[in-house]
Antibody, heavy 119, light 111 residues
C-alpha cells in the first residue's frame, strides 16, 4: 500500500534552514508528481510546492518562492523540501503528498512533520 | 492567490444531508472543473474524498458527492453518520504558475 513518511522537522531559529524528507513506497515513484502542503497549528491547509514526476518542473506558492526548494531522488524514492530564511509564520505541520496523474489533484498524504520557527 | 471561501461550520443530525460551499473566482474554481475535497479528522492527515469536481476515489462512500456552479463548488454528504464529523477542505487548481489554492476549511458537527 502507499506510504509516505516525512522526517526532518524540528525547532529552528528565524533565518535558519531545515531540510525535510519524504520517503515513498508502495507505488512507482518515478511516475508521480509530488506536493508539499503545510498546516499551521489550528489553521487550514496551504499548498507549498510541487515537483513533476521527472523533476523538470517545480512550482511554488508565492509565500515561499525564493526561500524553499523542492527536489526528488528517484534512486531512493524520496522527495525533499529545502527551507531557507525561515520565518515565524513558516511554523506548521508539513505534509508530503502524491499527485493523481492527469487530474491536478493532491491525492494521498503522509502524516506530516512539524516545523517550529522560534527564537 | 487568495484562499477559497468556505463556511466556518455546518451541522446536521444523523441521517440528514448537508452541503458545504466553496467559493472562488473565475481564475480558479470557475475556470476549470479541478476542485477536490478533503476530509480531516483531528490529528490525522487529510483524505481525498472528491476530485475533478464530482469524482469519487475508490473506497469513498457514495454518500459523498460534489458539484459546481459558476465560481462555487459544493460538497454534499447524505445520510450523515457520526464518523463524518470532521473538518472539510476544498482545493482548486489555479493555473498561473501553476498553483493550487485551498479553502479555509469547514468544521462539520453531527449533532
Amino acid at each position: 500500500q502507499v506510504q509516505l513518511v516525512e522526517s526532518g522537522g524540528g525547532v529552528v531559529q528565524p533565518g535558519g534552514s531545515l531540510r525535510l524528507s519524504c520517503a515513498a513506497s508502495g507505488f512507482t515513484f518515478s511516475r508521480y508528481g509530488m506536493h508539499w502542503v503545510r498546516q499551521a497549528p489550528g489553521k487550514g491547509l496551504e499548498w507549498v510546492a510541487f515537483i513533476q514526476n521527472d523533476g523538470r518542473d517545480k512550482w511554488y506558492a508565492d509565500s515561499v518562492k525564493g526561500r524553499f526548494t523542492i527536489s526528488r531522488d528517484s534512486s531512493n524514492n524520496t522527495v525533499y523540501l529545502q527551507m531557507n530564511s525561515l520565518r515565524h509564520e513558516d511554523t506548521a505541520l508539513f505534509y508530503c503528498a502524491k499527485d493523481l496523474p492527469g487530474t491536478y489533484t493532491v491525492d494521498y498524504w503522509g502524516q506530516g512533520t512539524l516545523v517550529t520557527v522560534s527564537s | 492567490q487568495s484562499a477559497l471561501t468556505q463556511p466556518a461550520s455546518v451541522s446536521g443530525s444523523p441521517g440528514q444531508s448537508i452541503t458545504i460551499s466553496c467559493t472562488g473566482t473565475s481564475s480558479d474554481v470557475g475556470s476549470r472543473n479541478l476542485v477536490s475535497w478533503y476530509q480531516q479528522h483531528p490529528g490525522k492527515a487529510p483524505k481525498l474524498m472528491i476530485y475533478e469536481g464530482s469524482k469519487r476515489p475508490s473506497g469513498v462512500s457514495n454518500r459523498f458527492s460534489g458539484s459546481k456552479s459558476g465560481n462555487t463548488a459544493s460538497l454534499t454528504i447524505s445520510g450523515l453518520q457520526s464518523e463524518d464529523e470532521a473538518d472539510y477542505y476544498c482545493c482548486s487548481y489555479a493555473g498561473s504558475g501553476p498553483s493550487w489554492v485551498f479553502g479555509g476549511g469547514t468544521k462539520l458537527a453531527v449533532l
